[in-house]
Nanobody, 112 residues
Framework: EVQLVESAGGLVQPGGSLRLSCTPSEFTFSPSAWNWVRQPPGKGPEWVATIYTYSRATRYTNSVKGRFTISTDNAKNTLVLEMNSLTADDTAIYYC?????WGQGTQVTVSS
């Protein structure tokens, strides 16, 4: 079974940046789309962004547009989420997803 392994999140100050990555355990795993989903404390899951593997088209939830960038590193078969201008509202556990597979989740905390 494919496992999606996420990089560590962390604590970042408001206005800061953080990069998350997600790597499948099987190098040949190549879904047609990848997603990032987050769950803020005390709230339900929230879709963040999608990238379509072949067209490379991307979609974002409104609250992260212009600040987050989803991409794939095809050479490394890795999904990436670049997060800039972070605010406290971005504090959440972030999950990568493709098909029925989910990463283990990584905590991102934005606080001074």
């Amino acid at each position: 079974e494919v496992q999606l392994v996420e990089s560590a999140g962390g604590l970042v100050q408001p206005g800061g940046s953080l990069r998350l990555s997600c790597t499948p355990s099987e190098f040949t795993f190549s879904p047609s789309a990848w997603n990032w989903v987050r769950q803020p404390p005390g709230k339900g899951p929230e879709w963040v962004a999608t990238i379509y593997t072949y067209s490379r088209a991307t979609r974002y939830t409104n609250s992260v547009k212009g600040r987050f960038t989803i991409s794939t590193d095809n050479a490394k078969n890795t999904l990436v989420l670049e997060m800039n201008s972070l605010t406290a509202d971005d504090t959440a556990i972030y999950y990568c997803n493709a098909l029925e597979y989910w990463g283990q989740g990584t905590q991102v905390t934005v606080s001074s």
